[in-house]
């Protein structure tokens, strides 16, 4: 990790959230600044449910399409009420600024007829400053 | 001598009398700021059922039932439902579906079932109700096997 990308992640730090337990994702709304060309975000996704899930995490842009972001871990099994932290280091793409959505998704309960899959978005706002 | 001294003291104390104690005291300030925050956790799944002329597969038919999910939050949130991308059906149903995802909620807040985004700007916790249709036009009808879709609620 370069230092530049250790800052934008020491800026993402302010977005911790004081506890994340019995929460889907928190938090769900931040603004990064950014001396890079990209910015980070760490996000806590967690478990409400009393047995192991699996969760992935996606990024999409303002209308839902995919947005090359690293994430790690993208896909992982999260036990019963536990959370961990996530984090999602989104580019800018040339661009000033950059609105993405972080997205928790899991399937809980599978091979039903209708399944239901919970989706916990999140919005940040990420600033690139010169 | 020992006069004065009982006389200095009792003069003193008096003086001392009425006067109030100079503790000081400082204020301790607590701030908490909570962000919007969702939860959901699915209870059930929901089950479709054929209607009697096989143009419609739906949790609203007699014999299905809706999928249920548990929405607790602190408002300033929106709720909504995906179109429906992911399905499975048997080898013998050639013909297109057309699937209606729909939600409603019960509980702090109450919403009419709705297939579009509903705010959300208080507090509390609901219990909502994820419905799903397929149906099919003209001379088509759904064919014997098994049918399964996946509904995507989303929070955010």
Redesign the interface.
Known sequence: MTPFRTLATALAVGLIPAAAAAQSMSPMRGEVNSFTDVFAVRVFPANPYDQKIKIEIHVYDQDFQPVDARISPAAFQLGAQASRPVLVVVPFGGAAERKVRICTESIPFPNQQTQIRAQICGKFFGHRKS | MKLFRTAFGATLLVACLGQPASAATQNVIFN?TI????????AT????TVSPDLQTLS?HNSGGSA?T?TLTTTGG?SLSV?PVTATTVPSADTTSTTWTPTYSSAGAHSIVETGSATAISTPGADLVS?H?AGTKGGSNRFANG???????????
């Open positions: 908490g962000t919007p925050t969702c939860t959901l956790v699915i799944n929901g089950t479709m949790s999928g999910v949130v995906d994820v799903l098994n049918y399964q879709a996946t509904v995507t609620l989303r929070c955010e």
